[in-house]
């Protein structure tokens, strides 16, 4: 089956340092290239129709570069984005803004109450997509957003309203109702309910359950909260510094981390009531992602497992048993066993 | 049992508003004993926050203190004066904020920051304060203290910043330490070295942690005892362990229910009903619960039910499940 996202080997990398004169002229005199960021190094993965696929990893890990690579709001170095097979990463984002490919891919971004304008009432916010993406105006509009308001469990009454007048709860809704209006088949979600309490979230993460078996739109959903991501996902992805380390069936990454980054990630999620369980700790800090050894395990340093041979070949993601990949050298291929 | 370190006794707060007085904290009783977490926990505007900044003396100019004492051993600070408050701070009673990079001075290498309170607080001569706040760095987990030291707030990740302000706090070893939201916005990794670290600390100088979140899971993990606030009340105190076996208060039950850590699915976690009341209303019910509450009978709508102060597992509910 053709999945309906495939993305290969994609790759951003940004240039650091303000270009002042002096390295101006060191850039005209070629002596020295600019230092880069390895923002999203060599990434691949691909999400099935109806699929929900997590994304997770820490701050700076390059999850929101990832996600804004996907959505096409910024251009990719290299590599490909293939949507229903045809290549989107060739397109530059300015044009991809009125491509005919933009309504079916849209994005629930992490506070509504920062990324709603504030000026535009619940009705424009959902309405703005729809004019502009699908050309809608007067009572076909008003239809469309009523419907996608409904969709997502937003009272009508609220639809005059504007963001400050809104809960956190009900502004979530609109940033959702916004994003589904217009009918996508890929839905990105940069963490849409961090900024929620508890018991918001639960009405939330229900409601985006309920518009997935209802609409059959395809997530890409981007948590640090991993209990969220273990209950939403079918499958995850493990970032660690611009690169994906660990993929697999959300359960089974869950129940049985193979990579020692994962690992460490998962013993640190509280639990309720565990107080005296072994977990695992990193120590040291994070390699920089500026100019990184190609050679190198981006891991070296805090693994607890690190050795000679980490830093003489950069371990590459390597199928473990049908569904699971993994990039460690420690991970012995043939059982299907962490070494660590 | 001896007397406890820090003591909330009776404590009411209200804020004065264009739109009316809103009652954000009635009636709140807390003790931490020394050397033991008490961690808060509701969600917002459930008055955790208020209380933590009404007992470090730092409430914003429209709240007011109603009624209720703020007992640090035998001083109650709500009657001190703000110089003799300067005396105690930092160095009796400190405190961790949430978002450290904010707290932090953005103009200030953060080893002078740690100086500063070694200076004022724990009677560190001016030459040997340098190089103390290296080695506190050094205990808080930096590594190359001697070189960040002299990094500012921005030149450092989250985490590293919330480390020197747990270093700032425990510079001058306080028997009471209240830490409001210390890791909201760091990274789980960093968040568990972070936890550990703070309780690693506070029992080395028997301190008293006053640990607020909102993160049911996170309390567990980390606190003695846990005490549950909904629109500015106490609805339940208990031990850790008791409290995840047998929530007695409904609102407590729920919130576990609806915490994403103790569900096997997403059909298993329950939403909690309603919101919170507004807490500027003039007839607001005695217990602020009840028309959240499936279990609500007319005696909710007579008089609120007082924690009884001397058991371990407290309830201010007519019908507590069983």
Not at chain 2, 86 to 98: D, K, N, S, T, Y
Not at chain 2, 235 to 250: D, G, K, M, Y
Not at chain 2, 261 to 273: D, G, V
Request: aromatic content about 4%; some cysteine; hydrophobic content about 45%.
């Amino acid at each position: 089956m053709i999945p309906l996202l495939a993305v290969t080997d994609l790759t951003k990398r940004y240039p650091v340092g303000k270009p002042g004169p002096l390295s101006r002229l060191r850039q005209r005199q070629n002596t020295e290239p600019r230092p880069q960021v390895y923002a999203v190094d060599g990434v691949s993965f691909t999400i099935a129709k109806g699929e929900t696929v997590g994304l997770v990893g820490e701050s700076g890990c390059g999850k929101s570069t990832l996600v804004r690579l996907v959505t096409r709001l910024i251009d990719p170095t290299s590599g490909a984005i293939l949507f229903d097979t045809r290549d989107l990463s060739e397109l530059p984002a300015r044009r991809f803004a009125r491509d005919r490919d933009r309504p079916r891919i849209q994005m629930v971004f992490q506070d509504a109450g920062e990324s709603i304008n504030p000026r535009f009432s619940a009705f424009d916010a959902i309405a703005d997509p729809l004019r502009r993406l699908r050309g809608l105006k007067g009572a076909a509009l008003k239809a469309k957003v009523e419907r996608a308001a409904g969709q997502c469990g937003l009272p009508l009454a609220l639809l005059t309203r504007y963001p400050h007048q809104l809960s956190g709860g009900q502004r979530a809704r609109v940033g959702i109702a916004r994003a589904i209006a217009v009918e996508p088949e890929l839905l990105v979600l940069d963490e849409p309910t961090a900024a929620l309490d508890v018991s918001v979230q639960v009405v939330v993460l229900q409601l985006l359950a309920r518009l997935r078996a209802e609409l059959g739109m395809s997530y890409l959903f981007v948590s640090h909260d991993l209990n969220v991501v273990r209950l939403l996902c079918d499958r995850i992805l493990v970032m660690y510094l611009g690169k994906i380390v660990e993929a697999g069936p959300a359960r089974m990454v869950f129940n049985d981390p193979l990579h020692p980054y994962t690992q460490a990630l998962i013993a640190a999620v509280p639990r309720l009531d565990r107080k005296a369980a072994f977990r695992v700790r990193l120590s040291g800090e994070a390699r920089s992602p500026i100019d990184p050894d190609p050679d190198v395990c981006r891991f070296f340093g805090r693994c607890p497992h690190g050795t000679s041979a980490c830093t003489e070949r950069m371990p590459r993601l390597a199928p473990v048993g049908p569904k699971r990949e993994v990039a460690c050298h420690r991970v012995d291929v043939g059982s299907f066993q962490s070494v660590g | 049992m001896s007397a406890p370190a820090l003591l909330i006794d009776n404590l009411s707060v209200e804020f004065r508003t264009r739109s009316g007085v809103v009652k954000a904290v009635e009636n709140v009783t807390i003790s931490v004993g020394k050397g033991e977490t008490v961690a808060i926990v509701g969600e917002s505007g459930s008055g955790k926050s208020v209380t933590a900044y009404t007992a470090m003396r730092i409430l914003d100019a429209a709240g007011r203190v109603t009624g209720g004492r703020i007992m640090l051993g035998a001083v109650d600070l709500l009657t001190l004066r703000e110089s003799e408050l300067a005396e105690l701070r930092g160095r009796e009673i400190a405190m961790i904020f949430q978002n450290p990079r904010s707290a932090l001075n953005p103009i200030r290498p953060v080893g002078r920051q740690i100086a500063d309170v070694l200076i004022r607080h724990a009677n560190v001569p001016r030459a040997l304060a340098a190089q103390r706040a290296v080695e506190l760095l050094q205990a808080v987990g930096i590594t190359d203290p001697a070189r960040r030291a002299k990094a500012y707030p921005f030149e450092m990740s989250g985490g590293m910043c919330q480390r020197v302000m747990i270093a700032i706090a425990l510079a001058a070893r306080p028997s009471v330490l209240i830490a409001d939201e210390p890791t909201t916005g760091l990274d789980v990794t960093t968040q568990a070295v972070i936890m550990e670290l703070i309780a690693d600390l506070a029992v080395d100088i028997r301190m008293a942690t006053v640990f607020i979140t909102h993160d049911l899971a996170l309390a567990g993990q980390h606190a003695d005892r846990i005490v549950v606030m909904h629109a500015g009340h106490v609805v339940e105190t208990a031990p850790t362990a008791a409290l995840f076996a047998w929530p007695r208060h409904p609102y407590t039950a729920q919130l576990i229910a609806a915490t994403a850590e103790s569900a096997a699915s997403l059909q298993e976690l329950a939403s909690i009903p309603g919101s919170l009341p507004d807490l500027q209303r003039a007839d607001l019910p005695p217990c602020r619960f009840s028309q959240r509450c499936h279990l609500k009978t007319t005696a909710c709508d007579q008089t609120l039910p007082s924690l009884s102060p001397n058991s371990t597992h407290a309830v201010a509910c007519w019908n507590p499940l069983q």
